[in-house]
């Protein structure tokens, strides 16, 4: 069973700093990742996906990394604000679907 | 653009009685997931289906059964409800790839079930 975890769970940041969130995974024969953003209470928002061939994806202020030989994918996000704080989830693929334990971002103006 | 539609997005019901969520993907997407969230924990995958057909499996409780219909709707169907059955259930949508790729999901905004 495919093994996905997310470090920091929890992250404060001042408005401005540069961050980068982690993925980690035990299976490296995955079809592709996928990151979400999720608001407390609300549906998930897709921010960027990674196909098992790809190596990064980038949209606007974020860059997302996929090392299948060392199990993990990072999530860059430059100049952070605070419309950014939510819960960061990462989606693997396999032959199902694994989500990550998550990381709540938190932005402080 | 059209996204994910959910319904209901809340449902309150008893022990032991059952209840139906509804699916409706994005146009021309031809794969369904379900997806249960309990409070304070990461979602689940449940099951997903491709043009009709189930294609994946995942922790979906033999008291639950889904289908996805000619219009590429779903509904999850989930019976004899237990107390820890409620939690917030998600659907998304992706169109299918040839080549073993998997297109990106997109999430409806969930459809709340309580339990009482």
């Known amino acids: 069973k495919q093994e996905v975890t997310q470090i920091p769970a929890a992250l404060s940041v001042p408005e401005g700093e540069n961050l980068v969130l982690n993925c980690s995974f035990t299976?490296?024969?995955?079809?592709?990742l996928q990151w979400f953003r999720q608001d407390p209470g609300k549906g998930l928002t897709s921010l960027l996906l990674?196909?098992?061939?790809?190596r990064e994806q980038t949209s606007g202020r974020l860059n997302a990394s996929l090392d299948k030989s060392s199990g993990r994918s990072t999530l860059y996000i430059a100049a952070s604000q605070p419309g950014d704080s939510a819960t960061y989830l990462c989606d693997l693929r396999v032959n199902q679907f694994y989500f990550g334990t998550g990381t709540s971002l938190t932005v402080i103006p | 653009a059209a996204g994910v539609i959910q319904s209901p997005r809340h449902l309150i019901k008893e022990k032991r009685e059952t209840a139906t969520l509804k699916c409706y993907p994005i146009p021309r997407h031809d794969t369904v997931y379900w997806y249960q969230q309990g409070p304070g924990q990461d979602p689940q995958f449940l099951i997903s289906f491709y043009e009709k057909m189930q294609s994946d499996k995942g922790s979906i409780p033999d008291r639950f059964s889904a289908q996805q219909f000619s219009d590429y709707h779903s509904e999850l169907n989930m019976s004899s409800l237990e107390l820890g059955d409620s939690a917030l259930y998600f659907c998304a949508s992706s169109l299918y790839l040839a080549g073993g790729y998997t297109g990106e999901l997109f999430f409806g905004e969930g459809s709340r079930l309580t339990v009482l």
């Open positions: 299976d490296s024969a995955i079809y592709n």
């Open positions: 990674i196909q098992s061939s790809q």
